[in-house]
């Protein structure tokens, strides 16, 4: 990434504690289990619990705001500003906790499976099981690499070392923070594991622009002719399922770079959502959680240890952990060529949104840089039903520059390399949530099918008369009635009062985007 090495030397670390460095998955495995952080599932996958935080903190996330980040960072409610004095106090906290335990855990590795754009990285762990989650998550160098390497970036993690709010400059007593003049990463107060891959994703998401890759939270796979798929999507959309294809090879499943020679996945492994997980539903991700996965919030049958993954006591964002060589179909390296067709999902909980639609080029830009899902339950803290949100680019939460900066560049490529777009609503039909019925993934399955195999892209369509949404009149293996959403609802008032409402918040959001030229800003819904 042309940059010199990180400041912090693990040799600190080395002279006070017993620092274990890339670890083989067996004695993590081991150490996780006399350290009693997790337990053993029947098919020897770890299982460990996150405490009362079971999913990300967005609102304890900080960027340091220093003479390197003062003009670049899009300073917000996203990136919220830490100053410099308040981060030294913090790292200092963070070292001295480290320092005071026994072991610690150290990964060294890679974000980037080009080697051109990768960016050295190294994740020093206060839990077994957190650096376990890291070699999973991250690309394992081999022997030469790992004797070479430098990292470029450092994650610290302590989960146990809590913020004071009055003295530290946060909002909480968790804090995930970002120095990009220093290379570090702080996270303490937290022991949901997530905050240490999106962490890095954010710090891709900050270099990777600036040397001409589009950072993307998609995942993506390629088909037996060489053509890429991409799906873009917050959590909980379906970008993991739906790009497990056993059809098409995985590049990977949410992170991922658009260069001048093709799509590159970030990471090393998957970290897939498996609430209502079954083999007979998904099972390329239910035969890769194997020995050395991570098992996050998974209830455990206390006598088989069989995980239950319809049990959402602990939380609807259970997640599995585990390294992309689980899964059979892969591209290794995990690097493709440039996508012929872009896929954006979003899990509409009105009800009103078309099952699948394809975009004029402006329709794409207008719906990337809204981003519409709904948030569902169990993906940040506090959110216990689907709530509306919009959120740029599908991934603002992990984007330190303007939404604008990765909307510009992605309508250059689509242009470029005449790359097809649809929207997806893999959410609710027939009604609002709690009134309507979540869309059959057969059903889903069989529109992205059509997407991909091109059959889509001369087929008649129909306008939607609130959206202006060009609708398939027809998809293989889907019943018609289905793909026009208001002919699905019982009330066809109550949908043209919902889809309505819907209509006006997309133009509310929008208007922050002043931007955004006056064919894009058209390109939204009709009604208001």
């Given amino acids: 990434m042309n940059m010199t090495a990180n400041s912090i030397e693990t040799h600190e670390f080395e002279t006070n504690n017993k620092l274990h460095t890339n670890l083989s998955v067996p004695l993590l495995v ?116 790992l004797h070479n390497h430098k990292s470029e970036f450092t994650v610290l993690s302590a989960p146990t070392c809590t913020a004071n709010p009055e003295e530290d400059g946060t909002n909480s007593e968790t804090f995930i923070v970002i120095s990009f003049k ?179 080029k402006e329709q794409a830009m207008y719906h990337f840089l809204s981003g519409y899902t709904s948030k569902l339950a169990g993906t940040e803290r506090g959110i216990t039903e689907p709530e509306a949100t919009f959120s740029a680019c599908f991934g603002s939460p992990f984007l330190p520059l303007s939404p604008d900066k990765y909307a510009q560049m992605l309508g250059e490529k689509i242009d470029q390399y005449n790359a097809n777009v649809f929207l997806v609503n893999t959410g609710w039909t027939g009604g609002p949530y709690g009134v309507g019925s979540r869309m059959k993934l057969s059903y889903t399955r069989a529109m992205i099918h059509a997407a991909l195999e091109g059959e889509l892209n001369t087929i008649e369509t129909i306008q939607d008369d609130i959206f202006g ?19 699905t609802w019982a009330d066809k008032d109550a949908y043209d009062k919902t889809a309505q409402n819907l209509a006006r918040e997309f133009h509310q959001n929008f208007e922050k985007f002043t931007n955004a030229s006056e064919n894009i800003k058209q390109a939204g819904p009709i009604h208001k």
Wanted: hydrophobic share 35%; aromatic share 8%.
């Fill in 30 to 145: 081991e150490k996780i289990l006399s350290r009693e952080e997790g337990v053993l599932t029947a098919t020897g996958a770890v299982q460990a619990t996150t405490g009362k935080y079971t999913g990300r903190s967005p609102k304890d996330r900080f960027i340091v705001r220093d003479d390197v980040s003062e003009n670049i960072v899009d300073w917000g409610a996203v990136n919220q500003p830490l100053d410099e004095v308040s981060f030294e106090k913090l790292y200092q906290k963070v070292i001295n906790h480290l320092k005071s335990k026994n072991e610690l855990f150290s990964f060294k590795g890679f974000a980037g499976a080009d080697e051109k754009f990768r960016l050295p990285v190294e994740v020093i762990n206060e839990y077994a099981w957190h650096n376990l989650f890291a070699r999973q998550l991250f690309i394992i160098p081999d022997k030469t690499e």
């Fill in 469 to 487: 949404l060009n609708i398939p009149a027809h998809v293989p293996g889907v019943p018609d009635e289905v793909l026009i959403p208001r002919n």
């Fill in 182 to 360: 220093k290379r570090i990463v702080l996270i303490g107060g937290t022991e949901y594991a997530g905050e240490i891959k999106k962490s890095i994703f954010s710090v891709m998401n900050y270099l990777l622009p600036r040397q001409n890759v589009l950072s993307m939270h998609c995942s993506a796979n390629v088909g037996e002719e060489g053509d890429v798929a991409l799906f873009f999507g917050l959590s909980g959309t379906g970008k993991t399922t739906l790009s497990a294809d056993p059809y098409r090879k995985l590049i990977g499943d949410d992170e991922h770079g658009w260069s001048p020679n093709g799509v590159f996945n970030i990471e090393g492994g998957c970290y897939a959502k498996c609430v209502d997980l079954s083999q007979e539903k998904e099972p390329q991700i239910y035969d890769a959680i194997r020995f050395g996965s991570v098992l996050e919030n998974v209830v455990l049958d206390d006598n088989s240890r069989e995980p239950d993954y319809s049990d959402t006591s602990l939380t609807e964002n259970t997640r599995a952990a585990y390294p992309l060589e689980n899964i059979d179909n892969i591209v290794k390296p995990s690097v493709a060529g440039h996508p012929n067709t872009i896929i954006f999902l979003t899990a509409d909980a009105s009800g009103t949104l078309p099952p699948i639609s394809k975009l004029t």
